[in-house]
């Protein structure tokens, strides 16, 4: 099942760089609030090297597979750079101080595991953000309408997000299209030093990604930004639970500045612009065939989801000898008791 699904994913990618190729040849004018305008073609696309004899290789759309089981892909020139420097044109008169949401209350606060600065573009903005959603929905193989609005972020120097991940575990963040399936998370400029994506999670399958990462980044599975890049990595497995694998970090831009574009998806279909919100309840995280693991505290899922099972090991899960406060929310049943079987 798992080689099919690769398989699928890197089909969708070559029959979206073969539609491209095929793309509409003419132009739209776009404005923007600084009162400049850009002219580009209408298929936003990169264009495929077989049908341009003096195009760059380097430049043609592909998709690396970075961990086949975590179902981790990075796909080279998914945005054109007239795209990449639309959406940063479009975010720029709006940008903010990032918030982090609460995991067990689902609100935003300002904390400083975040230091970045971010603004919102609604769903379907323009013609250009219309495009790339379309083009989201063909490589996921998930409905447009199950996105979020497209976050726009700038991190300059020193600037950073700690390990955390995009699954909501409070309640209320299943309410809307229930929960946060996959990520994919767009780079639309060259970082010069830092800034990786990096999952704390999975070690680097080379044992030292080398001196080209930064120090945050070389010994884990990450990824380097670069301009018209994406990463996609799902936050729920196939079984409904929780991918602790798709834990990730913002490592801290140490030269230059950083701008990215996440695009997380839903379970279902994400209403907006007064649509009736779908409320799809998540299956409960944990194991039912574990019934003595418990948590210690009511606390423990929260910091689960701001990912200190992998940062304080020792107090969330501990031992044998010496078991932790949050072995359950963690997904560590199975380290320290005996399976029930449920058909007996």
């Known amino acids: 099942m798992k080689a099919i699904a690769v398989v699928v994913l890197a089909v969708a990618a070559l029959a979206r760089a073969e539609t491209v190729s095929a ?3 003419r132009a739209e004018a776009m404005a923007y609030p600084d009162g400049s305008t850009t002219t580009f073609a209408a298929s936003f696309g990169n264009s495929s090297c077989a049908s341009e004899p003096a195009c760059d290789p380097s430049r043609s759309p592909r998709v690396q597979v970075l ?29 903010a101080r990032s918030g982090v949401v609460e995991t067990d209350s689902g609100k935003s606060k300002i904390d400083n595991v975040r230091t970045s600065k971010g603004t919102f573009l609604n769903r379907g903005h323009d013609s250009v953000i219309a495009d790339i959603e379309a083009r989201i929905a063909k490589w996921t193989l998930m409905p447009a309408g199950n996105g979020e609005g497209l976050q726009v972020l700038k991190y300059e120097h020193g600037q950073e997000y700690e390990g955390h991940y995009d699954y909501f575990f409070h309640k209320a963040g299943t309410a809307n299209g229930g929960n946060r399936y996959l990520t994919v998370l767009m780079y639309l400029n060259d970082v010069e030093e830092g800034g990786e994506t990096c999952f704390p999670n999975i070690p680097s399958p080379n044992g030292d990604n080398g001196p080209e990462f930064s ?22 497995k ?50 039912s065939t574990y019934p003595e693991c418990k948590n210690k505290d009511a606390a423990c899922d929260s910091w689960a989801g701001n990912g200190e099972c992998e940062k304080n090991p020792v107090f969330m899960v501990g031992t044998k000898q010496r078991p932790g406060h949050c072995i359950k929310a963690c997904g560590k049943c199975s380290h320290f008791y005996t399976a029930v079987d449920e058909e007996a």
Not at 67 to 79: Q, S
Not at 227 to 236: D, E, P, Q, R, T
Not at 260 to 284: F, L, R, T
Request: include cysteine; aromatic fraction near 6%.
């Open 67 to 95: 961990h086949e089981d975590a179902r981790i892909f990075l796909y080279h020139n998914f945005l054109t750079d007239e795209e990449c420097d639309h959406i940063i044109k479009l975010a720029e008169p709006t940008m």
């Open 215 to 236: 120090e945050c980044a070389r010994k884990v599975l990450a990824a380097k930004p670069k301009k018209g890049n994406a990463v996609l990595f799902h936050s729920i």
């Open 23 to 25: 793309g509409i040849a």
């Open 238 to 287: 196939p079984t409904g639970e929780l991918e602790r694998r798709s834990l990730h970090t913002a490592c801290p831009v140490i030269k230059g500045v950083k701008w990215s574009a996440p695009k997380w998806v839903h379970v279902g279909h994400y209403a907006v612009g007064g649509e009736k919100p779908q409320h799809i309840q998540q299956i409960p995280q944990g194991d």
